[in-house]
């Protein structure tokens, strides 16, 4: 089982490229077929997730071998969906992204390019009234709100469709939340890969640093 040990273990300096070839050196070596097709599959979904430019040669050549080599649907679907997802990294957002329409609880409108701000890192989050993952997450970073705001620009967006509930939950979180526009909800869903949710994006001089920031990992840490 070295390949799948290697392959489990979730600390942060294994996010590099030397453990990234030796994980699929043990992976081939120890496990066949589907094994080998799941495993490697799922190798590629997390440093896809991770979205560093320092391994990219490495993604590349990763994900033309799977796509030629790997015969379960599924998997194939799986490294296409993250491969489309890790090209958006250390790229500007669209201009049709940042220029999205969000509301205020008065109504007010309000675009994303407004919100980020240039001499802060931004972290975004995706959230709903609905999704009891968000809120456990938003009030962890309201028990950290004060060492989070010095050095971080939050931004909440809120998938709610009723802009009662939207209102009525923010209100109780005590957050300041915007909501999306019926007109480019979709756009901006698809951009982002919504769903699931909390889906948490970290932006930096309007650049993607990373589109599936670990929000919640980040907050237990405490920086």
């Known amino acids: 089982m070295t390949g799948f040990s290697i392959l489990t273990k979730r600390v942060a300096y294994e996010y590099n490229v030397d ?108 959230w709903a009234s609905w999704c009891s993952p968000c809120i456990k997450q938003i009030n962890k970073y309201n028990d950290n709100i004060g060492t989070i705001n010095n050095r971080y620009n939050v931004v909440f967006i809120s998938l709610d469709e ?17 909501q999306l526009s019926p007109f480019n909800t979709k756009y901006v869903k698809e951009f982002f890969a919504i769903p699931p949710i909390p889906r948490t994006v970290l932006i930096a001089n309007k650049i993607i640093k990373e589109c599936d920031f670990d929000f919640n990992s980040f907050l237990e840490i405490g920086r």
């Open 19 to 126: 453990h990234l070839r030796r994980t699929i050196v043990s992976i081939k070596s120890n496990f066949k077929g589907l094994q080998q097709e799941f495993l490697l599959s799922y190798l590629f979904r997390r440093y896809c997730r991770k979205q560093s430019e320092d391994y990219h040669k490495e993604i590349e050549s990763l994900f033309t071998e799977l796509t030629e080599t790997i015969k379960n649907k599924e998997y194939k679907f799986v490294v296409s969906y993250w491969y489309e997802f890790y090209k958006k990294a250390n790229k500007e957002i669209p201009d049709s992204i940042l220029n999205a329409q969000l509301y205020l609880s008065n109504n007010d409108s309000i675009n994303l390019r407004s919100l980020i701000q240039n001499d802060k890192l931004n972290i975004v989050d995706f």
């Open 162 to 178: 009723e802009s009662d509930m939207h209102l009525k939950s923010s209100n109780k979180l005590k957050i300041k939340s915007y």
